[in-house]
């Protein structure tokens, strides 16, 4: 006998009547993980006929009964792909057949273009959609996050994506750079200042945090923050309660924190360079962005997305060649989407016609240039890629060019060549 609470189909009433008592979009599976049944919220909301079609999600046979954990997938919405929570529950009629309903509820309340739209998260491997739902979840709660990720993995996106999800999403979202944040800076700018606070201030100010009321303040790059401004940050972030420089009212401001930073956090704890304290007062949840060689499946996809926010933004029309995008899925991208973004604009500045070829495509480390502009060493590959021999053709055999495109020796072709 399972535990799950039974939903029960009323004889005589059609499945799809039955499925239209839930007032969610939701559609009914059969053991066989056919869809059945739609109702009315979810042909409204998805516009898409989807009796007949399998479905990747159906239970395995034993696990009938418990309901399902939710999870997160991305779903044909209207002609576009949107990502969509599943909440399901097992469902019976009164001769006792089995159904699955599933709950497909939309996670971008008013979806419009979601890939092309700026601050739209790209990507459907399973360690991105993991991370996605995380994102998801934490946005519900009221706990403050730190997103953890090396430069360019989209912490700031995953800021804008938790206010956006967030009870707060009608309130500010508003950035404050910890890496440029002086302790004058800090100090009016994050808690404003009342008139003639210092020399030549004529004004009052209304500091970042209390702007932010209501709303979510986004740390950037808090590992950046001096310990003299860890310390005020902390004594605000512990009560809410801050004074404007120059002022003597004691205000309150009710703001949601979330932080991000590239760097290792309890290093720098263990070096005495951040303090514990608030290190806990910033982590209640830790979310980690990964890395874009972690998620290779997701590059092909974010590249057409990237290709399209280029187009629209420069007025073109670029298109990648097959070989192309081969060859921009073989590399690491250690600077991760945003180097991406920078290979992708380069390689269409270097092309006369609309289509992208390899040898418009030039790796190298962008978010490392040096203050001079040259360019740090290339990263290497740390592995030999399965499709080396395929990618060498579109080189035409040059192990010289190919080697250069991939920031790896010749030698180490050669070597690959050997071992293969
Ligand atoms: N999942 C994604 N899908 C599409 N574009 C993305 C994604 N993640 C990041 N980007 C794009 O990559 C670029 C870098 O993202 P973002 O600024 O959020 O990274 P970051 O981790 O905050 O970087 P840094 O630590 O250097 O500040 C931006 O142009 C952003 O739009």
């Given at each position: 006998m399972d535990q799950h609470p039974r939903v029960l189909i009323p004889t005589g009433l059609s499945l799809d009547c039955a499925v239209d008592l839930l007032p969610k979009p939701t559609i009914?599976?059969?053991?066989?993980g056919y869809i059945v049944a739609a109702n009315r919220a979810y042909r409204d909301y998805y516009g898409v006929d989807p009796i007949g079609k399998q479905t990747r999600l159906h239970p395995g046979k034993n696990s009938w009964g418990h309901a399902q954990e939710e999870c997160l997938v991305r779903y044909p919405c209207r002609g576009r792909v949107e990502y969509v929570q599943i909440?399901?529950?097992?469902?019976?009629?009164?001769?006792?057949?089995?159904?699955?309903?599933?709950?497909?509820?939309?996670?971008?309340?008013?979806?419009?273009?979601l890939n092309v739209r700026p601050n739209a998260m790209v990507g459907s491997s399973p360690v991105f959609m993991d991370c996605l739902h995380q994102i998801f979840k934490a946005a519900r709660t009221h706990a403050p996050?730190?997103?953890?990720?090396?430069?360019?993995?989209?912490?700031?996106?995953?800021?804008?994506a938790l206010h956006q999800f967030s009870e707060r999403s009608a309130g500010p979202l508003l950035t404050v750079d910890c890496s440029t944040m002086t302790e004058h800076l800090f100090e009016s700018e994050f808690m404003g200042h009342e008139r003639g606070a210092f020399t030549g201030c004529i004004d009052r100010k209304i500091g970042l945090y209390e702007h932010a009321h209501q709303g979510t303040l986004f740390l950037d790059e808090i590992g950046e923050l001096p310990?003299?401004?860890?310390?005020?940050?902390?004594?605000?972030?512990?009560?809410?309660?801050?004074?404007?420089?120059?002022?003597?009212a004691q205000l309150h401001a009710d703001v949601r924190i979330v932080a991000a930073t590239n760097r290792d956090l309890q290093q720098m704890i263990r070096e005495k360079r951040f303090r514990e304290d608030l290190y806990y007062r910033l982590a209640a949840i830790e979310i980690d962005l990964p890395a874009l060689r972690e998620r290779v499946e997701d590059i092909p996809e974010i590249v057409q997305v990237l290709l399209?926010?280029?187009?629209?933004?420069?007025?073109?029309?670029?298109q990648l060649s097959e070989e192309a995008t081969h060859l921009l899925c073989t590399y690491k991208y250690p600077g991760n989407i945003r180097e991406l973004r920078n290979i992708l604009q380069k390689a269409m500045a270097l092309c006369d016609g609309d289509t992208l070829?390899?040898?418009?495509?030039?790796?190298?480390?962008?978010?490392?240039?040096?203050?001079?502009?040259t360019a740090m060493e290339r990263p290497s590959l740390r592995g030999r890629p399965d499709n080396f021999r395929e990618l060498l053709t579109i080189f035409e055999g040059s192990r010289r060019q190919f080697a250069k495109h991939i920031g790896v020796s010749e030698r180490t072709v050669y070597r690959w060549l050997q071992e293969a």
């Open positions: 009914l599976i059969d053991e066989d909440r399901c529950h097992a469902l019976y009629d009164l001769q006792g057949k089995r159904y699955w309903a599933e709950e497909c509820l939309p996670i971008y309340p008013n979806p419009q273009g996050v730190l997103l953890r990720g090396e430069s360019g993995t989209g912490k700031e996106l995953a800021a804008h310990l003299t401004m860890q310390a005020k940050l902390l004594r605000v972030l512990e009560t809410g309660l801050f004074r404007r420089l120059g002022g003597t399209e926010r280029i187009n629209r933004e420069w007025g073109g029309h670029w070829l390899p040898r418009h495509i030039h790796f190298f480390h962008a978010a490392g240039q040096n203050q001079s502009g």
